[in-house]
């Protein structure tokens, strides 16, 4: 992009870009123009850069022999590239907009001031999101290599990138029960009637009413119905008391006892339910068949999975514009309360919504844009990104809150009551409303595709970040075995799930599933999230150097980073995730489910799994040092350098990287103007 002849490149040119001359038009200059400009920015003249050039003693790494994880026979592995812009563009696209964007982010805006909220969404969205974003893309796209070995920029630092694993592997293990949920609930949105529109089937017990959605909701006597339960059915005739009987809808039996089985706490584990077993088989055969063969196959199923829920969803929203009451709710979602922002706690949920839904931070960013083509424009990406989540999110709320309107305005009730958040609302709520639409099969197969395709999409990018690591650590052993390795994977994740099917599986799912889910979406992701996007600002912005990057982008593209970025990456950013990161520690509190306290050794639990994706950072460092050469603040300094095989993939800008780039001793004033606005520059 931008007229950079990477064919051409030579020692010289390339180290007068990377040290920041900045040539914007991409016309030619003199060498006498070129040297003028250098001397002005960098404070050298040519004979010191012939000096650099020939001299590699200024840039011997002694952690080369630590750090790298290739050898000269891995040389013959060439990884792969998008075969099309738009293959990563989707990809990025359906990795960020999720089952969240819909089920959970409406439910947040009612929850926290309505329109108000999204001030600081929007907030989070363009101080966080986006640079982060960008920030990951053009890492990725830099190094060519996935988010394990991307750390080589800062040895102390590899660490990093085993938390990325880790967590992804974490999210891929336990974020599919989900889609085994909404897959069971697709099979069934094939029968007549729908199955979550009885009471009288064998899974209902005694309160069971057919909806929320009628004021003519009668009682009969039960226990001369069926099986000894009290049954409430709307015939206008009232027969006997239930006044001691809790009332549940059929939607939300059939989900407690048909599909989950639930049991009364997580000390009864019960028995394995087949019928999730297969559901859980299905969604594991789902990801490997698009995941097979790595970018190649899923370049080409995101075309589907990424377009095709807009359309679906588009759909949704025509049909609740058509109902009345739909339009209340749509007013009520937009509505603000603008003294909610006084409460930190909005804030707070709005940036982990930003967190939990863009993706910053999880390795998958990182790991799709390192199959980048060099020079792909990163910022155009980014915003497409970022944009593509946050109007998803946003749209998302129309849709939903003309459907929960409405139910409002038939059941007489507030919407407060109506809207839940996560698997209650998709898995509850809207099978509810979906019973009183005409031709409910039709509507019930489009919303749980719908769902199906944005929960696939985002299992995706977490899946192929611990594919893609294991590749890059193994390349000549796996690298053309991706089909086996992916084949492996599954099953082994596909076995660890399977405790998520017990009948305490809706426990076991908070405690290593909703529990879990709730700790990763809440805390524990959040915590790891927070942390580590902290750690990436002050890794690239100040270690390495915001204005080393900036120069590596200037490579890539033509053009350095925008200010506005640089600024972010240095200052606002890392501020904002470590204020973030004390709240989320500070506002802590163990999750329930419906009044059920959770045992102290589930909560114990819990908090391990979110500790566990952090242990891998300080281990790591202990081991760098000890087996790094030098006093402690040679180690130091050995330690916070890239490592030597650090530097652009292509083979033919590799060597001329590590061999010219230039380390200035400036004083710390200097330093940070420097590294947050770039060298000063002067008029030619």
């Not at 190649?296 to 969803?313: E, R």
């Not at 588009?314 to 603000?336: A, E, H, W």
């Not at 405790?499 to 915590?527: C, E, H, K, R």
Request: with cysteine.
């Amino acid at each position: 992009m931008g007229g950079f002849n990477f064919q051409n490149v030579n020692t010289k040119s390339f180290f007068i870009s990377a040290c920041g001359v900045r040539d914007r038009k991409n016309q030619r200059k003199s060498p006498g123009e070129i040297n003028k400009k250098w001397n002005c920015e960098c404070d050298i003249d040519e004979e010191e850069i012939m000096e650099l050039q020939s001299d590699k003693s200024e840039l011997d790494y002694e952690s080369s022999k630590i750090d790298s994880k290739t050898d000269s026979s891995e040389s013959s592995y060439k990884r792969e590239t998008w075969s099309r812009k738009a293959d990563f563009i989707l990809s990025i696209v359906g990795y960020s907009v999720g089952v969240s964007n819909i089920l959970r982010f409406p439910y947040l805006c009612v929850r926290n001031g309505g329109g108000a909220f999204l001030i600081p969404f929007f907030f989070f969205i363009i101080f966080c999101g986006l640079p982060l974003f960008y920030l990951e893309i053009c890492l990725g796209q830099f190094s060519g290599v996935s988010s394990l070995f991307v750390w080589n920029m800062c040895p102390l630092f590899k660490g990093l990138g085993y938390l990325m694993v880790t967590v992804s592997a974490l999210m891929s293990w336990y974020y599919i029960t989900m889609l085994c949920w909404i897959i069971y609930y697709f099979f069934n949105s094939f029968k007549n009637p729908l199955p979550w529109s009885l009471c009288d089937q064998s899974w209902n017990e005694a309160g069971c009413i057919l909806s929320r959605l009628s004021t003519n909701t009668t009682i009969v006597n039960c226990s001369e119905v069926f099986m000894g339960h009290n049954y409430i059915q709307e015939n206008g005739t009232y027969t006997c008391n239930v006044s001691n009987i809790e009332l549940q809808t059929a939607p939300k039996q059939f989900w407690q006892n048909n599909v989950l089985h639930i049991s009364s706490g997580i000390e009864e584990s019960g028995n394995v339910q087949w019928h999730l077993v297969i559901c859980l088989l299905v969604a594991w055969i789902l990801v490997f068949l698009c995941l097979m063969k790595g970018i190649k196959s899923v370049g080409k199923v995101v075309y589907f999975t990424a377009i095709l829920p807009y359309v679906l969803l588009t759909v949704v929203f025509v049909r609740g514009l058509m109902m009345p009451g739909s339009i209340d709710g749509i007013i009520f979602y937009l509505k603000p309360d603008f003294s909610r922002l006084l409460d930190i706690q909005v804030w707070l949920e709005a940036g982990l919504q930003v967190f939990y839904s863009l993706g910053p931070a999880w390795g998958g960013l990182i790991t799709m844009s390192s199959y980048n083509k060099f020079d792909n424009n990163c910022l155009r990406d980014a915003i497409i990104g970022t944009l593509a989540d946050t109007l998803t999110s946003f749209y998302g709320g129309f849709v939903i809150f003309a459907i929960l309107g409405a139910m409002s305005y038939e059941a007489k009730l507030p919407i407060t009551e109506v809207a839940t958040s996560g698997p209650g609302l998709g898995l509850v709520a809207y099978p509810e409303a979906i019973n009183k639409l005409p031709m409910p099969q039709v509507w019930a197969v489009i919303f749980f595709l719908m769902l199906l395709f944005l929960g696939i999409d985002s299992q995706f990018g977490t899946f192929e970040t611990v594919c893609s690591g294991l590749v890059d650590a193994f390349p000549q052993k796996l690298g053309k075995r991706r089909i086996l390795l992916t084949a492996c994977l599954s099953c082994v994740l596909f076995l660890l799930g399977l405790p998520f099917t017990m009948n305490g599986g809706m426990y076991l799912y908070q405690i290593g599933g909703m529990y879990l889910y709730q700790i990763v979406d809440w805390y524990a992701a959040s915590l790891c999230v927070m942390l580590t996007s902290f750690l990436e600002c002050i890794v690239i912005g100040w270690i390495y150097g915001a204005d080393r990057f900036s120069r590596d982008i200037h490579l890539m593209q033509g053009r350095p980073a925008p200010l506005i970025f640089r600024v972010c990456w240095c200052i606002v950013t890392p501020a904002i995730m470590l204020i973030a990161f004390i709240m989320t520690l500070t506002q802590y509190q163990p999750p329930t489910y419906e009044g059920y306290q959770y045992p102290v050794f589930a909560r114990a639990l819990g908090l391990l799994l979110a500790v566990v994706p952090l242990i891998p950072l300080p281990i790591l460092m202990i081991i760098q040092f000890l087996q790094t050469p030098g006093t402690f603040w040679e180690r130091l300094q050995t330690l916070l350098r890239p490592s030597k095989d650090w530097g652009p993939h292509p083979d033919h800008l590799k060597e001329d990287y590590q061999n010219s780039y230039c380390h200035q001793s400036q004083n710390v004033l200097n330093y940070m103007t420097t590294n947050i606005f770039g060298p000063p520059t002067c008029k030619l």
